[in-house]
């Protein structure tokens, strides 16, 4: 539809993997495949938080809000990614286009700024053993968790109402999701009130919780190496490492593509940069955190009937 000079588009094409029709079939089973263990996952992790009066603890009550996000998040994005991947009309309403973008801003501002919370979690938890179940009672829990979803939420509404106003010139998006970032180079000029925000909001939801997550696990390791037992240190190091592992992955990859020259990259390394920390880390998320713990595996396998009700299980 076209008014005077602005051009308003009922729909977008998806551009996706369409150069490389033979990988398409790879990249469906591959993110077909993700996407299940994803979700699966996920809403294991969450039933067993929920059934289990022994796994409602700061830690998994933050853990709960991340597979949930995770579940969100990757719905947002992957049933068009599998859909399109398999169809030749590779099209997406204008509508359809902003929600997808909004949730997931939504979800990954959330990711980054929740990731922080479990972070300081993790340092009370470790440091602070004593002080633990005062500092993180359940009120404080609720409102870390709340800020966390209240400033992802807003941040990307912010982001989304002001990408609404861009005018554009064309409606092929070079990317298999209405990713901002692509969306923005359809753009009949360059806006730099938008590219003010967009750097403004990455800067507050990437380096600085990924600077505070660092801070959190240099005093978590300095307390792990005054550990006198060498298996308690090697399983300390080995669960801190795994969530280090994952929070790299994440940031880094959400880094490299928010935080760089636009003209640094070809936008075929950010659409698998974009499945990187858009399926990749939503997978690990559970496996890393909590479903290779034996507390967790123990809540599994009494939630199943395969265990007694007494029987104790360690923390990692």
Not at 249 to 278: H, N, R, T
């Amino acid at each position: 539809m076209k008014g005077g000079n602005l051009t308003v588009w009922s729909f977008f094409f998806l551009e996706g993997f369409s150069r490389y029709p033979k990988l398409e079939i790879v990249l469906f089973v591959f993110s077909l495949v993700m996407y299940l263990i994803t979700i699966l996952g996920n809403s294991t992790l969450i039933l067993i938080t929920v059934l289990d009066s022994r796994l409602q603890t700061p830690m998994y009550f933050f853990l709960g809000n991340l597979s949930f996000m995770d579940i969100c998040y990757t719905s947002a994005s992957i049933p068009t990614l599998l859909v399109n991947l398999l169809s030749s009309q590779k099209t997406i309403v204008f509508s359809g286009c902003m929600v997808q973008m909004y949730l997931s801003l939504a979800m990954g501002s959330t990711e980054c700024v929740l990731l922080a919370v479990m972070a300081y979690d993790r340092y009370v938890a470790i440091c602070h053993p004593l002080r633990y179940p005062i500092i993180m009672n359940r009120q404080v829990c609720v409102q870390m968790a709340t800020v966390s979803w209240v400033t992802g939420c807003v941040t990307a509404l912010l982001e989304t109402s002001f990408a609404l106003r861009v005018p554009l010139c064309r409606n092929l998006i070079d990317h298999f999701t209405c990713e901002i970032l692509a969306v923005l180079k359809l753009a009949c000029t360059s806006s730099l009130l938008m590219d003010m925000i967009m750097l403004v909001v990455s800067v507050l939801l990437l380096p600085i919780p990924m600077l505070l997550i660092c801070i959190s696990y240099v005093f978590i390791l300095s307390t792990i190496l005054r550990i006198s037992s060498a298996e308690g240190r090697n399983k300390a190091f080995s669960t801190c490492g795994a969530h280090l592992t994952v929070v790299i992955l994440y940031f880094g990859a959400a880094l490299s593509m928010y935080l760089k020259p636009s003209s640094s990259s070809s936008q075929e390394v950010d659409k698998i940069i974009s499945l990187l920390y858009g399926l990749l880390t939503p997978m690990l998320n559970p496996i890393i955190y909590s479903l290779r713990n034996k507390e967790v595996k123990g809540a599994v396998r009494k939630v199943l009937g395969q265990t007694p009700l007494y029987q104790t299980h360690e923390n990692l």
